[in-house]
Every structure is written in structure tokens, then in C-alpha cells.
């Protein structure tokens, strides 16, 4: 049984890519541009604001530093108080002052705590920028007055206020346009080289013959 040996001439492959370089340009960037458009124009767009909430620690009166048991003590609260502030008791305050599902608002929240500190980024991520801004709004300040009443917690501020941030977080444009060029330069490339190997195949198989 006979078999065809296909061996790749690499300088011709290259020359053939060099003559279908404009096909494959031409390829990235239709590609490229396609990816834009639908990014910008039909994708579902996300918008996030954000705040941070920091736990103050005591000061010594006597030495006027930071007392380190109440540093110590802050540090293993603020787990604490990032599950309290996902719990469905304030989860349910927010959804019904906003009139909103509580699903959603369970849905659209992160609480993350920045590296060990005494610090929690509170951030809210929906398809509406005005949304994202009043449910971070809103569930800071049900958080605040549930620590305050019930734990008599007083050692908290806000050390920014969520903003109303027009600017979209996701799909990012850039990064669908690079893989839009990337998906036109493997389709084009893919293209010329299976037409090499075809034209190869053939014309091994007429020589063999």
C-alpha cells in the first residue's frame, strides 16, 4: 500500500502568504470592525459604581497612635461585616426602597475587603448607570444605620461616594476588536494554507502518477 508523503516547502508558503497579504489585512480588519460595531451597538452594556468603607481605628489618647488591639480586632470584623452587608435583611431594605427585585440587587453587588486593610469596596454592577449608583447608595446607608442600631458601631466613614459613571465596564471594545483582528488573521492565514496543502496534494499526487 502506497502512501503520499506531503512535505511543506516553507519559502513557497511564505511566498504565498506574502501574495495574500493584502487579503489577509483586508480580512483583519473587517473582522476587526465587525467586532466593533457589534460591541458598541448591539451588545447589552454593564455600568459599575463603587464605594469604599473604611473601619476607623481607635487612637491612643495618652500616645496618640493607633491602638493595636482595636487595629487587630477591625481586621477580623471586616468579614463580618462584608457578609452582614450581602445578608437578605439589608439585601431586602434595599430592593424594597428602590422597588426593585431583590434578586437583582443580589444579583448586581460585590463586597471585597483591599488587601487585608480595614477597607471594603462596596461596588454595584447593572445595564443602567443611574441603578448601579443608587443601589451602592442605598445599601451603604441601610448598612450604616443596621451597624449603628444594632451593634452600636461607630467607628465607620465613607471614603467615596458611588458616582454615576456613563462609562460602560463591559463588553470592552478594545478587547473585542483585537479578537475580531486576531479571528480575521487565523480565518485568512487558515485559508491560504489549506489552499497550499490542497494545491500541494494535488500536484503530488499528479507526479506520482
Known sequence: MNEDVLTIDLSQLFKLLKKNLRLIILSMVV?????????????????????????????????????????????????????????????????????????????????TNKNETEIMDVKATTDDPVKSQQIVKTLTSIFFKEVKENLKVENMMVM??????????????????????????????????????????LRTKQEAE
Not at 458598541?40 to 500616645?63: G, M, R
Open 160 to 201: 467615596n461616594d458611588p458616582e454615576v459613571d456613563k462609562v460602560p465596564v463591559s463588553p470592552s471594545k478594545k478587547m473585542n476588536t483585537l479578537i475580531g483582528a486576531l479571528l480575521g488573521l487565523l480565518a485568512s492565514g487558515g485559508y491560504v494554507f489549506l489552499t497550499f496543502i490542497l494545491d500541494k496534494r
Open 31 to 111: 473582522c476587526a470592525i465587525a467586532a466593533f460595531s457589534i460591541t458598541a451597538f448591539l451588545l447589552p452594556k454593564k455600568y459599575a459604581s463603587e464605594s469604599s468603607i473604611y473601619l476607623v481605628s481607635k487612637v491612643n489618647a495618652e500616645t496618640g497612635t493607633v491602638d493595636a488591639a482595636a487595629l487587630s480586632a477591625n481586621s477580623k470584623q471586616v468579614n463580618n461585616y462584608m457578609e452582614m452587608i450581602k445578608g437578605k435583611n439589608i439585601l431586602n431594605k434595599v430592593a424594597k426602597e428602590l422597588n426593585i427585585d431583590v434578586k437583582e440587587v443580589q444579583g448586581a453587588i460585590s463586597v
